[in-house]
């Protein structure tokens, strides 16, 4: 059976093309346009735009597609990422928007339709067989966007609070406690720490069970790990607690601004005695002798107790992250499929 090809809505005065480099500027107004209604980025400023689309280089053909008019203003856009640096699965990202002049049109469908094929289709040529998720995460959508997303298959997976610390106010007086040491990652240290990570969070909603291999490549395979600012907790020789940080080097405001915990826990065994804190603290206080201005992390929306260690130690909530995620086989198009 042979499927039937996408055919974009028609738009009078506006032609669907890819994005190119000239339409940081459009694309950019596109974001502050649905701001009111869909939330922002954490792209703000036209040149970080332009960044991103430099960035893409010749993905920006295939990977990208928006409805231009003569001036350059935009009445849709969408784009296709894949993150490459995960071994567990192939991890497809869909951005779209619609102006809201031109909602109620069908261009919603038609965007949100576009990227699932396109992503299909750059997963036919992945040489191997991973499990594979299409994402939708986004910091706030109007209820009809939700419902567009359902209506295409795509599940509330999670949401989470991402908390931000101003780093030039003063520390709290928090001591390490008596008989923990503290020591940085390295790769013979690797399996300790992966060890807490499991104890840590194997009880939690969606643990993802990876090996070890998987969850050192995921965590430290990207540019923005940074090893020295990662720690490990020890009493005596057993590792109770950890942090594992990031300073994000893209999509920043300044690279040199913003340090990441990426990962914070402590053995059920060892709560409640303030290591949480003691680890918190000293990965903030680190962040300061590097220069960074603020400290960021992410909580689940669920989780009381890390939300009220994170508040006590100055952290307040700057935005809500929302994933809705569909999964999809690895099979390629079915005949007539056109990305």
Do not use: H, K, M, P
């Given at each position: 059976m042979t499927a039937t090809r996408l055919s974009p809505p028609t738009v009078p005065g506006y032609t669907w093309r890819a994005l190119c480099l000239d339409d940081a500027p459009a694309l950019h107004q596109l974001e502050l346009d649905c701001e009111p209604a869909d939330g922002g980025t954490d792209l703000s400023t036209v040149e970080q735009y332009r960044e991103k689309l430099q960035g893409a280089g010749q993905r920006l053909t295939t990977d990208t597609l928006c409805a231009a008019d003569s001036a350059g203003r935009l009445a849709a856009s969408a784009w296709v990422t894949c993150d490459v640096h995960l071994r567990h699965e192939y991890r497809f990202f869909?951005?779209?928007r619609v102006h809201s002049e031109y909602r109620g049109r069908g261009l919603g469908?038609?965007?949100?339709q576009w990227m699932e094929t396109r992503a299909r289709r750059i997963l036919t040529a992945q040489k191997e067989d991973r499990p594979s998720v299409l994402r939708l995460d986004f910091y706030d959508r109007s209820d009809d966007a939700l419902d567009l997303f359902e209506r295409h298959g795509f599940r509330f997976a999670?949401?989470?609070?991402?908390m931000m610390r101003d780093l030039s106010l003063p520390m709290p007086a928090v001591q390490l406690p008596d008989g923990m040491s503290l020591v940085t990652w390295g790769s013979q240290r690797a399996s300790l720490f992966?060890?807490?990570y499991q104890d840590a969070f194997r009880e939690g909603p969606g643990f993802p069970h990876w090996s070890e291999e998987v969850w050192v490549h995921?965590?430290?395979g990207g540019a923005s790990f940074r090893p020295e600012l990662s720690l490990l907790m020890l009493q005596g020789a057993e590792p109770v607690g950890f942090a594992a940080c990031h300073v994000e080097t893209e999509g920043a405001q300044d690279p040199a601004e913003v340090?990441?915990?990426?990962?914070?826990g402590v053995r059920p065994a060892w709560r409640r005695r303030g290591l949480g804190s003691a680890v918190l603290n000293e990965v903030m206080r680190r962040f300061q002798a590097e220069g960074l201005l603020?400290?960021?992390l992410a909580v689940n929306i669920d989780s009381d107790s890390a939300l009220?260690?994170?508040?006590?130690?100055g952290f307040e909530r700057w935005k809500r992250r929302t994933s809705y995620q569909k999964a999809v086989g690895s099979h390629p198009l079915r005949d007539g499929e056109s990305p």
């Open positions: 869909l951005d779209g469908s038609f965007v949100l999670f949401a989470e609070d991402e992966f060890n807490v995921n965590l430290t340090g990441w915990i990426a990962e914070l603020w400290a960021a009220g260690l994170y508040q006590r130690l």
